[in-house]
């Protein structure tokens, strides 16, 4: 099945809402978002990131991810991914990552890094086939205020 995507649009944003089924599964997406997560709360978070981005599956959107920077745009970060529960293991988060990697080039980044919760097993040893490289790590807490690490990752573009 081919993948696609584009911009974000407004009416895309209460479906993406709709796929974090658990707010822990939420925070791994939007560690500030609340469960269950309305879709003008990630909108509006989207207004102050770069490309916000759908990816396609035969029309359907199927994941959703963003690209945010420090101050002075020195460094880029992948934000808010995530892929529909229905498409999961299936190419979409891969095409995803392609996807917002590109973009992050279209910036002339070097690198693209991410934060990734020690608690989700699944995103770093994806993350990691990706390419993804951890490089440190900083203390967080997540959604019932426990103390997590939040693993720092880069990928050399």
């Not at 479906?15 to 909108?43: D, H, N, R, V």
């Not at 020195?74 to 299936?90: C, D, H, K, M, T």
């Not at 990697?101 to 991410?114: G, P, T, W």
Request: hydrophobic share 40%.
């Amino acid at each position: 099945m081919a993948f696609a995507h584009r911009t974000a649009a407004h009416e895309d944003f209460p479906i993406i809402a709709a796929f974090p089924q658990s707010p822990e599964e939420l925070f791994y997406m939007f560690p500030k978002g609340q469960y269950p997560l309305a879709p003008e709360q990630l909108e509006e978070a989207a207004l102050r990131r770069l490309e916000p981005t759908v990816i396609l599956r035969d029309g359907q959107i199927a994941g959703y991810g963003n690209l945010y920077t420090d101050e002075d745009r020195q460094e880029y970060w992948l934000g808010n991914v995530i892929v529909a529960p229905g498409v999961r293991n299936s190419g979409a988060g891969t095409y995803l990552i392609q996807t917002m990697k590109e973009k992050a080039r279209s910036y002339q980044a070097k690198q693209l890094n991410l934060v990734c919760h020690n608690t989700n097993t699944k995103a770093l040893l994806f993350y990691f086939k990706q390419g993804f490289l951890p490089y440190g790590l900083k203390q967080m807490e997540d959604y019932k205020g426990d103390r997590i690490a939040g693993i720092l990752m880069a990928i050399d573009l």
